[in-house]
């Protein structure tokens, strides 16, 4: 098979860049061992690129521009040699979009109020004053870049803070989510494959630190099977097998997401994925 791989700027990998590309390299290592043949380049070359030669592309491509001029001018056939697809990744990149994706397919999370400026354009409840502080304000422009992408707000003062921020920094589209207690895990994973892995945040690494505000885990009991199950129903919807996440594990068990994503670093089960994210792409 004749594969394309589309590495991820470093703009697009906040203190992550070193991980970012070992994935993506180890990925690259296993297509090769496994007798096929690997192209490489990087994502700011990806809109003149002729993807013709290739039969499948994997991608860690996050630059919105690109991939929405990419997702305009080529056809249907070109785009279903994406793994993960463009309007997935898209869909990964923006927050409310997120939020909105899993709510239609039934995914537990937090409840969350997302607009555009000033303007109200969505609320999960029936009421828009149950969705107070503490809660997450963050910006839906794109992936998070920078630590004021995404702001714990703890009070009412630091809403106004944050969202003065937001405003300040001209963001366009923002969500407001509520906060919830409990152990905050990340997991990773590749639907379609048996792959899956989880682990505490605080035992991997932090983009901006924002896991401490959870504080130490209580450990409490979980089904990680359930959360693979629901993780693989979104990354399916989505068309983004290659995934990993966020989730707060409460009390009694239940998991609620908070994050979903395209296309991690892997970086605390590394080896494990490119082999089930290699055998993805070669499917």
Known sequence: MNVLG?????????NLAENDAAIFNAVVEELKAGGHSVTTIAEDEMVQYDYRPFDKVFTMARDIFSLVILEKDTDTHTQSKFINSINGI?????KASMANQM?????????????QKKEILYCSTEDLNDIVPPLWMKNCDGSAVVKEDTIFCKDKEAFHVAFANFVERDVNMWMAQMHMEGDLIKFYGVEG???????????????????AVNGVEKGYEFNPERVKLYADMIAKKLDVPVYGGDAIINEEGEFFFIDFNDFPSFSSCREEAAKAIAQRITQ
């Open 6 to 14: 589309i590495s991820r700027g470093e703009k697009y990998s906040p």
């Open 90 to 94: 898209l869909s990964c990149t923006n």
């Open 103 to 115: 709510l239609d397919a039934g995914i537990p999370q937090p409840e969350f109020v997302f607009g």
């Open 193 to 211: 494959t048996s792959f899956f892995s989880w682990n505490y945040a605080s035992k991997g690494h932090s983009k901006f630190g924002h896991e």
